[in-house]
């Protein structure tokens, strides 16, 4: 079992900035593949970043790409989500995720099937 708790996030102007964790329990940070996913109101889940169990492969969907950075903190089983340059469009709530036990290093996973342990969600709002 893996337990992932979100922190961060909150209301921030359009252009400004905002980094959202993810502290995961349960297993070593450095054995999950992990990934980002945003869900808008009356929308679906959708994909936002994800990083390779090595850390070594990052995937960002097209319209975070430039903006939006992921990057984690095996020491402190943590996972960050750096994003720059808000637009109101980003408004949304934004979930961290594993896929659990994980064969793989070097593979970014992108669909919300894959994904096995959700955190709670953190709502990121972003003004015009």
């Known amino acids: 079992q893996v337990q992932l708790q979100e922190s961060g996030g909150g209301l921030v102007q359009a252009g400004g900035s905002l980094r959202v964790s993810c502290a995961a329990s349960g297993r070593t940070l450095s054995n999950l593949a992990m990934g980002w996913f945003l869900q808008a109101l009356v929308k679906e889940r959708e994909f936002v970043v994800g990083?390779?169990?090595?850390?070594?492969?990052?995937e960002y969907t097209d319209s975070v790409k430039g903006r939006f950075t992921i990057s984690r903190d095996n020491a402190t089983n943590t996972v960050y989500l750096q994003m720059n340059s808000l637009k109101p469009e980003d408004t949304a709530t934004y979930y961290c995720?594993?896929?659990?036990?994980?064969?793989?290093?070097?593979?970014?996973?992108?669909?919300?099937?894959?994904?096995?342990?959700w955190g709670q969600g953190n709502q990121v709002t972003v003004s015009s």
């Open positions: 990083i390779s169990r090595s850390g070594g492969r990052t």
């Open positions: 995720s594993t896929k659990g036990v994980d064969y793989s290093e070097g593979y970014v996973y992108m669909g919300v099937s894959e994904y096995n342990y």
